[in-house]
Every structure is written in C-alpha cells, then in structure tokens.
C-alpha cells in the first residue's frame, strides 16, 4: 500500500541554526506535498506546500524542495526560533487520500 | 470564511460502550470530509474518507464505522470500544483534492 516515511523522527537544533527534514513516498500517483506543524494538545496545521509540477517553494523561513523522479521532498527551516519547537508532518496526495509521515519533533534550544 | 467544528472536544468511555463523534463544517458546500487517529505521540491514521453525502470509504479494517447523513456532517462511531480505540481523533475537509484544514480533535480515552 501507498506508504510515507519520514526521517529524523527526532531532531534538536541550536536557536539560529537550520533544520531539514526528509521524507520519501511510494505513490507514484501523488501529486500534493503538504507540511503540517502540530503544537502540542492542537490540531495541524498547515505551514507550506508544494505540488508536483514544482520542484521548490519558499515562504520567508520555510522552504519545501520536491523530487519526484526519487519520489523524495524536504522542508528546510532556516534561522531557527524556540517558536519552531513542534512536531512536523510530512504528507502526500494522491486522488482523494492524504498519507501522513510518522512526523518529526523539532526541538530548538535557545 | 470556513469553520470546522468538532465535538465533544474530551471523552472518558468504558471499554465495550458506544461512541459517536460529530464534525461539521460551515461556509462551504459539497466538502470532502475524512476522519484520522493519532495515537499518543504518533502520527495520522487515516481512518475514513467521503466525497459526498451517504459516499464512505473505509481505509483500516476496525470496530469503527462512519456516516455522513449531510453535505457537510461526518459522523465517526462505535458500537462497542477497545482499548486501542484511545487517541486524538481529528476531523478534516478540503474543497478539493489538495489542502485539507483539520478540526479542533476529541481526545479519546477508554478506560
């Protein structure tokens, strides 16, 4: 079945510095890469997204890069803020279903 | 603007009781509406999606089922919880087949 996996699960990062995750998908048939950022106890939200007829897209600190000849996609954040500390979901669409990553927790020390 | 609304937001059953949680979405017409478990500290389980009213589909095997008895309500239930049915339940809709904007979530616990 369609399957996304994203890496690190964990990752912790000095204030100012950059975080990159990763994810890989399965579904050739997708064609929409959402990211979400949950906070603790809320629901996700959206942050950025990128569909398949665009390999990059930035938003001030927040970029999405897609390969869908690898079927790979990141998210970059640069300048990391204490603010940024949250779980992120990487996501792919295909059709009418959305596959969620594992997610990633993203802490930044101050 | 639109508005996705969940309730009830907390939920404390027994084990071997029925459930029924309810989302709507207001400001908006002919959603697709799906419905996903996030067991603590782990991610989105997809459980069930609808692209119209009575239209259900199912993506995990459970002891959960869910309705969608109006355009723009989705109904998750149970006839009778396990254990591993705890989570956060949330509740999402996109007017197409691209963002999806989730629900405030009810926080299941059977105990």
């Known amino acids: 079945g369609e399957n996304v996996e994203q890496h690190p699960s964990t990752l912790s990062v000095q204030e100012g510095d950059s975080a990159v995750i990763k994810c890989t998908y399965s579904?050739?048939?997708?064609?929409?890469f959402p990211w979400y950022k949950q906070e603790l106890g809320k629901r996700p939200q959206l942050i950025i997204d990128i569909r398949s007829n665009v390999g990059e897209k930035k938003d001030q600190r927040i970029a999405v890069t897609l390969n869908k000849t690898a079927k790979h996609f990141s998210l970059h954040i640069t300048e990391t803020q204490p603010e940024d500390s949250a779980v992120y979901f990487c996501?792919?669409?295909?059709?009418?279903?959305?596959?969620f990553g594992a997610g990633t927790r993203l802490f930044v020390k101050a | 603007s639109q508005t996705i609304h969940q309730w009830p937001a907390t939920l404390v059953q027994p084990v071997g009781s029925p459930l029924s949680l309810e989302c709507t979405v207001e400001g908006t017409s002919n959603p697709n509406l799906y419905w996903y478990r996030q067991a603590a500290g782990r991610g989105l389980q997809l459980l069930f999606y609808s692209v119209g009213i009575g239209q259900i589909s199912s993506e995990v095997p459970q002891n959960l089922s869910a309705s969608r008895p109006q355009d723009r309500q989705f109904i998750l239930s149970s006839k009778k919880l396990l254990l591993s049915d705890s989570g956060f339940y949330l509740c999402?809709?996109?007017?197409?087949?691209?963002?999806?904007?989730f629900g405030p979530g009810t926080r299941l616990t059977v105990t």
């Open positions: 579904d050739s048939a997708s064609n929409y």
């Open positions: 996501a792919a669409t295909g059709g009418f279903k959305t596959i």
């Open positions: 999402a809709w996109t007017p197409g087949t691209y963002e999806q904007y």
